[in-house]
């Protein structure tokens, strides 16, 4: 989040260049977002200009711009070393593709300009002055809690199919309800998203999933059945439209966690689980963090404590196949919902109340904790290695991390030789 101080700096050098613009003869106003934001008190994370100057224009106009959008009017001015995007007022047409326009024209009203936007909350501007121009009611409409489309709603979401996900998104984020008008032709155009890359409907998801209020856009997800109609068959077109049992997702810190927990209750296979993350062009330290947690909760399912004494010891089985990290994150899911462990259910207010502190006391949780290499070994043997040799060092990485060896190099060579010779004597070299 912006420090406010940092808010100030940035709208500062945004006015300079509202006032320089206008000093050459041209309108200029802020848009979009940072009006929003700042209308309600929300921290701005930049700020974005609309101006009737032409590109060339604004090139001319500002010594440092970089060409970052020339097809569509923007040229990014760098002020002290701070980007800012200006955009020359334009209307679009030709929508073939449901969400890019195939033609821009440059136009000079900024109420034109306005009218080609999404929602009326973001169809807002600020002149230099302060005064805020909302040809389209958005501060009304902030007021009363609504989310509403610019003009026909149904044109809107033919224009730009990703409207729909970010509408949700917006409802999510800032508490509205969608007006029925806007909402009855999203659910209308939901096969729309169809023409939408997995990229855009992943950044759209992970921006929910890590807003302030997940189990919002999700029982919005649910309720209008979009995840339905992407490009490719998703687990998440599985949520249900009602979500009444399921607990508050903003009371977990982490996206990742959020995003787990969601698999989870849908109750496929992590493998499953996984090619979905890949679909939608989640990164891989994304999705090596989400199947963990799913995989050490399916792992713990299937080896659930039979008494008291192995509540433990299958805990710290967990943390050693799959880190500590996991299990610290696994704690916090099952401290949101104890019925998410499924079959392991009963040990759950046991590791609640003793799983961090186990987790602590392991003396290593990983091949890079133990004080003994492979090599080290193969060493002392004088030997060569194989694949023994990898089993040999996970075997004394569970001895020692349930504590029936210390974590010392002689300890564990000696420990390695006595293994070795087993291994010879059973013929499992």
């Given at each position: 989040?912006?420090?406010?101080?940092?808010?100030?700096?940035?709208?500062?050098k945004?006015?300079?260049?509202?006032?320089?613009?206008?000093?050459?003869?041209?309108?200029?106003?802020?848009?979009?977002?940072?009006?929003?934001?700042?209308?309600?008190?929300?921290?701005?994370?930049?700020?974005?200009?609309?101006?009737?100057?032409?590109?060339?224009?604004?090139?001319?106009?500002?010594e440092?711009?970089?060409?970052?959008?020339?097809?569509?009017?923007?040229?990014?001015?760098?002020?002290?070393?701070?980007?800012?995007?200006?955009?020359?007022?334009?209307?679009?047409?030709?929508?073939?593709?449901?969400?890019?326009?195939?033609?821009?024209?440059?136009?000079?009203?900024?109420?034109?300009?306005?009218?080609?936007?999404?929602?009326?909350?973001?169809?807002?501007?600020?002149?230099?002055?302060?005064?805020?121009?909302?040809?389209?009611?958005?501060?009304?409409?902030?007021?009363?809690?609504?989310?509403?489309?610019?003009?026909?709603?149904?044109?809107?979401?033919?224009?730009d199919?990703?409207?729909?996900?970010?509408?949700?998104?917006?409802?999510?984020?800032?508490?509205?309800?969608?007006?029925?008008?806007?909402?009855?032709?999203?659910?209308?155009?939901?096969?729309?998203?169809?023409?939408?890359?997995?990229?855009?409907?992943?950044?759209?998801?992970?921006?929910?999933?890590?807003?302030?209020?997940?189990?919002?856009?999700?029982?919005?997800l649910?309720?209008?059945?979009?995840?339905?109609?992407?490009?490719?068959?998703?687990?998440?077109?599985?949520?249900?439209e009602?979500?009444?049992?399921?607990?508050?997702?903003?009371?977990?810190?982490?996206?990742?966690?959020?995003?787990?927990y969601?698999?989870?209750?849908?109750?496929?296979?992590?493998?499953?689980?996984?090619?979905d993350?890949?679909?939608?062009?989640?990164?891989?330290?994304?999705?090596?963090?989400?199947?963990?947690?799913?995989?050490?909760?399916?792992?713990?399912?299937?080896?659930?404590?039979?008494?008291?004494s192995?509540?433990?010891?299958?805990?710290?089985?967990a943390?050693?196949?799959?880190?500590?990290?996991?299990?610290?994150?696994?704690?916090?899911?099952?401290?949101?919902?104890?019925a998410?462990?499924?079959?392991?259910?009963?040990?759950?207010?046991?590791?609640?109340?003793?799983?961090?502190?186990?987790?602590?006391?392991?003396?290593?949780?990983?091949?890079?904790?133990?004080?003994?290499?492979?090599?080290?070994?193969?060493?002392?043997?004088?030997?060569?290695?194989?694949?023994?040799?990898?089993?040999?060092?996970?075997?004394?990485?569970?001895?020692?991390?349930?504590?029936?060896?210390?974590?010392?190099?002689?300890?564990?060579?000696?420990?390695?030789?006595?293994?070795?010779?087993?291994?010879r004597?059973?013929d499992?070299?």
């Amino acid at each position: 989040m912006m420090e406010s101080a940092d808010q100030g700096l940035l709208k500062d050098k945004a006015m300079q260049i509202i006032a320089r613009l206008e000093e050459a003869g041209h309108q200029a106003y802020l848009v979009g977002g940072c009006v929003r934001d700042e209308w309600l008190g929300r921290p701005v994370k930049d700020y974005d200009i609309a101006t009737s100057a032409l590109p060339e224009r604004v090139e001319e106009l500002f010594e440092r711009t970089i060409p970052t959008g020339l097809q569509h009017g923007t040229v990014t001015v760098v002020v002290d070393r701070l980007p800012f995007e200006v955009t020359t007022f334009r209307k679009e047409a030709g929508y073939a593709d449901y969400r890019r326009p195939a033609s821009v024209e440059y136009i000079e009203v900024l109420e034109e300009d306005l009218r080609r936007r999404d929602f009326t909350m973001n169809a807002m501007a600020m002149d230099g002055r302060g005064r805020i121009l909302d040809p389209f009611g958005g501060q009304v409409d902030l007021d009363h809690g609504v989310l509403r489309c610019v003009g026909s709603a149904a044109e809107r979401f033919s224009e730009d199919a990703l409207r729909m996900l970010r509408g949700i998104r917006f409802a999510a984020e800032y508490g509205l309800e969608v007006e029925a008008e806007s909402w009855t032709a999203l659910a209308a155009s939901a096969p729309l998203l169809a023409h939408i890359a997995l990229e855009r409907v992943r950044a759209e998801l992970e921006r929910m999933m890590g807003g302030s209020d997940p189990s919002r856009a999700l029982r919005l997800l649910g309720r209008s059945r979009l995840l339905g109609h992407t490009k490719a068959g998703l687990l998440w077109a599985r949520l249900p439209e009602h979500l009444d049992d399921w607990p508050d997702l903003g009371k977990l810190t982490s996206a990742e966690q959020r995003i787990a927990y969601v698999y989870g209750r849908l109750d496929a296979p992590v493998k499953d689980c996984a090619a979905d993350l890949k679909l939608l062009t989640f990164s891989g330290k994304q999705i090596d963090a989400i199947t963990a947690l799913l995989a050490a909760r399916s792992w713990l399912q299937e080896f659930p404590p039979c008494d008291s004494s192995a509540v433990r010891t299958v805990w710290q089985r967990a943390a050693i196949r799959y880190g500590k990290s996991t299990l610290h994150a696994l704690l916090n899911l099952y401290r949101l919902d104890p019925a998410f462990a499924g079959e392991a259910r009963s040990a759950v207010p046991i590791w609640i109340e003793s799983g961090e502190t186990w987790l602590e006391q392991m003396p290593a949780a990983s091949l890079q904790e133990l004080a003994v290499t492979g090599q080290d070994i193969l060493e002392r043997l004088q030997t060569r290695g194989g694949p023994w040799t990898g089993k040999l060092l996970q075997r004394l990485l569970e001895r020692t991390a349930l504590g029936l060896l210390p974590n010392d190099k002689e300890a564990l060579l000696q420990a390695a030789l006595a293994e070795y010779d087993e291994y010879r004597e059973t013929d499992k070299l």
